[in-house]
């Protein structure tokens, strides 16, 4: 590495556990309980979401599981998904979305 900072570490990653290149965006979301965004999908992006509250599913690709405050979840680029309220409270999350490689378009 060219620029060190005092906190950098030197490690092997394999290759399917990489993601998130550059971040391009970090969004704050909420969703009312009973509601879900509609199914989509990013074709030139992935996507990790932080659940900071609440509860709920989210179905990406054909796999669906639950989730609860503290989860990161992980959502490859050109995959669909939707994420579900099914609790009592308002889940709020940050979504943060990047380039697996720099080079994608």
Same mark, same amino acid.
């Given at each position: 590495?060219?620029?060190? =900072? ?14 998130? $290149? ?16 509609? $199914? ?31 989860? #990161?979840?992980? #959502? ?7 994420? =579900? ?21």
């Amino acid at each position: 590495m060219a620029n060190r =900072t005092s906190g950098d570490i030197d490690v092997q990653v394999e290759e399917k556990y990489k993601c998130l $290149k550059a971040i391009t965006y970090v969004s704050l979301a909420q969703l009312q309980p009973t509601l879900s965004y509609e $199914k989509h999908q990013h074709q030139d992006h992935e996507e990790l979401y932080y659940i900071i509250n609440g509860k709920g599913k989210i179905k990406i690709g054909e796999e669906e599981s639950q989730f609860r405050d503290g989860d #990161i979840i992980y #959502i490859p680029e050109r995959t669909e998904h939707t994420i =579900t309220n099914n609790g009592e409270e308002m889940i709020e999350f940050l979504a943060f979305g990047g380039f697996m490689d720099m080079n994608s378009k």
